[in-house]
């Protein structure tokens, strides 16, 4: 008598003995092209948070752009309405700008400590 085959589940397209191979072997194949090496799965696991946790920093980096946006586009609006402030009010915009920026250079300088630091 012979054996019969059980049919093979399908997640999408891929057999499920396959699917597992494929995967593994691409992140490898991805973390080996950055020239991250992990010895172990926790290293690997480790490696891979710190850079999300990287990604994740340098949201604040847009938070900067848009802080910086707002401060200039208030300053145009007020030297439209009072051309006269308009020493008083670059001052302030300048002042607006610089605390935007160091915010976005916090947000840098993170990111760097969770690549490199940690």
Do not use: C, D
């Not at 799965?41 to 938070?63: C, E, H, N, R």
């Amino acid at each position: 008598m012979g054996q019969t085959r059980q049919p093979a589940i399908r997640h999408g397209l891929l057999l499920n003995n396959f699917r597992g191979n494929l995967s593994s072997s691409l992140t490898r194949n991805a973390m080996q092209s950055r020239g991250v090496v992990a010895e172990t799965t926790a290293a690997a696991l480790i490696a891979a948070a710190k850079m999300q946790g990287a990604g994740m920093a340098t949201i604040g980096l847009a938070g900067a752009g848009i802080g910086i946006g707002t401060v200039f586009g208030a300053l145009i609006q007020g030297v439209a309405r009072n051309p006269s402030l308009r020493g008083q009010l670059f001052a302030y915009a300048v002042l607006g700008f610089a605390f935007a920026e160091a915010t976005g250079l916090f947000a840098l300088m993170v990111a760097f400590l969770l690549l490199y630091a940690y």
